[in-house]
């Protein structure tokens, strides 16, 4: 079903899950631009709440987190947290409705059931929310019939839960080892609490992994009946990331490994009935995000593909990106830091960038690409890409008609590296970003 063409795969590229991405946020944009924005801000909006900590740290992690141990350290996040929420809340016009609000991490369930229930309440009380769709992200492992319970009460409805793999030597190998029993039991459970939408985190490219053991998996992982599938390839970056240096390198599989593990995922994903979200992502037909990949209202934001149409996104918490028509920010990534701030009633954004123009028409033309397969150029995006999509074009993979570009069936592998083709900022892509594949 697909071809390997290995030179079209040499270079590293973006998940654009933002563009710009976030490799080239700088100091230049800080609090006062996330002000204005914020005071800017009309009609529906998003909101992410990052919980950096979890009770056990994965070794193939690339997120910003940290071990959940000490007692008061987390209680002075989450009342950082908790001033955050109350400060962005005067910000807002009386127009702005929060339709959805998700967590992640880290851990969410690092903290406390209690603890959770209060960050309810802070928001309840400061940000005017209507009626919200909400979600989080989950470790099964010390996921509790308590957790589950109040998310019921809570009107929780969509959850993500860290699997990776059923494998037992590769969970060892990777640095997280949960039985097939619990990540059951977490199921049985969350179901039980009335989430109607499942996701299951899944990894290929994983040291010593096979396709007889990734095809396990995912046998597993549809016998589980997951309503929604991310089989992310694992990116295997210890100069950015020092934990992983607790992996074996010398296991990992090679490129036309990874590329055959895409494929054979994808063959008998979509062989089980699920719909294809992109190459690497895919939901049960009648889920939410299905149904946006057939009507064409599919996107990409900081959690990946979604369903979710606003265009504004805040973002609270540590590192939390937030999102406006003409501008990215994050907030501080360092815990202790961002405490600081908020305890001087200061907002924590210290990083960014302004979106031009040029910026938000490229940025769509990514995303249009990444989420339906295909964009339609200006006159001269086509003529920049015409000598680069060659490469692409010649064998198939995609096609330029009248202005639309279209990436055909068997260049679904490549469409990272397709979108990449409209992104000017990309330069040391090798030590910056993940395989394409």
């Known amino acids: ?55 056990q740290i994965c070794w193939y992690c690339g997120c910003n987190t940290g ?37 992640g991490g880290g851990s969410p369930n690092a903290i406390s059931p209690t603890d959770f229930v209060r960050l309810i309440d802070a928001l309840t009380l400061h940000m005017p929310l209507d009626n919200p769709a909400w979600s989080i992200e989950l470790d099964p492992r010390t996921l509790t019939r308590d957790w589950c319970q109040v998310m019921g009460i809570v009107g929780v409805t969509y959850a993500s839960l860290g699997v990776q793999t059923f494998d037992p030597g590769l969970q060892a190998a990777i640095g997280r080892v949960q039985p097939d029993s619990l990540i059951a039991d977490a199921v049985d459970m969350l179901r039980a609490g009335g989430i109607s939408s499942l996701n299951f985190d899944l990894m290929y490219g994983l040291p010593g992994q096979t396709l007889t053991t990734l095809e396990q998996t995912l046998e597993r992982t549809v016998e589980l009946g997951a309503d929604r599938i991310a089989l992310f390839g694992y990116a295997h970056v210890p100069h950015l990331i020092p934990r992983q240096r607790r992996i074996d390198a010398s296991h990992l599989p090679g490129q036309e490994e990874r590329f055959a593990m895409a494929e054979f995922g994808y063959r008998l994903l979509t062989g089980a009935g699920y719909v294809p979200v992109g190459f690497d992502h895919f939901a049960r037909p009648g889920d939410p995000m299905a149904l946006a990949v057939e009507q064409g209202t599919l996107r990409r934001n900081f959690q990946g593909f979604t369903d979710d149409q606003s265009r504004t996104l805040l973002g609270l918490g ?46 769509a033309v990514i995303e249009a690409l990444l989420c339906h397969g295909k964009a339609s150029l200006d006159a001269d995006l086509a003529t920049e890409a015409a000598t680069r999509l060659a490469p692409f074009t010649q064998r198939g993979l995609a096609r330029l008609e009248a202005g639309v570009l279209t990436i055909e069936p068997g260049g679904l592998p490549y469409a990272r590296t397709i979108a990449a083709l409209f992104d000017p900022y990309r330069q040391d892509s090798v030590r910056r970003f993940s395989s394409a594949v």
Not at 70 to 84: G, I, V, W
Not at 340 to 355: E, F, K, N, V, Y
């Open 1 to 55: 079903m697909w071809n390997y063409y290995p030179e079209l795969l040499e270079t590293p590229v973006p998940r654009y899950t933002s563009f710009p991405t976030a490799a080239e946020f700088g100091p230049g944009v800080g609090a006062d631009d996330a002000d204005a924005a914020l005071h800017a801000a009309r009609g529906d909006v998003s909101l992410y709440l990052h919980v950096p900590f979890c009770e």
């Open 318 to 363: 540590a590192s939390a990106i937030g999102c406006f028509p003409d501008l990215l920010v994050q907030n501080e990534k360092n815990a202790g830091r961002y405490r600081m701030l908020l305890s001087q009633d200061r907002l924590p954004a210290t990083h960014g960038i302004r979106r031009s123009l040029d910026d938000q028409r490229r940025g």
């Open 67 to 103: 071990a959940a141990n000490k007692t008061q350290r987390l209680a002075s996040y989450l009342d950082a947290l908790h001033r955050e929420i109350s400060i962005i809340g005067v910000r807002l016009d009386r127009d702005v409705r929060v339709r959805r609000i998700a967590f």
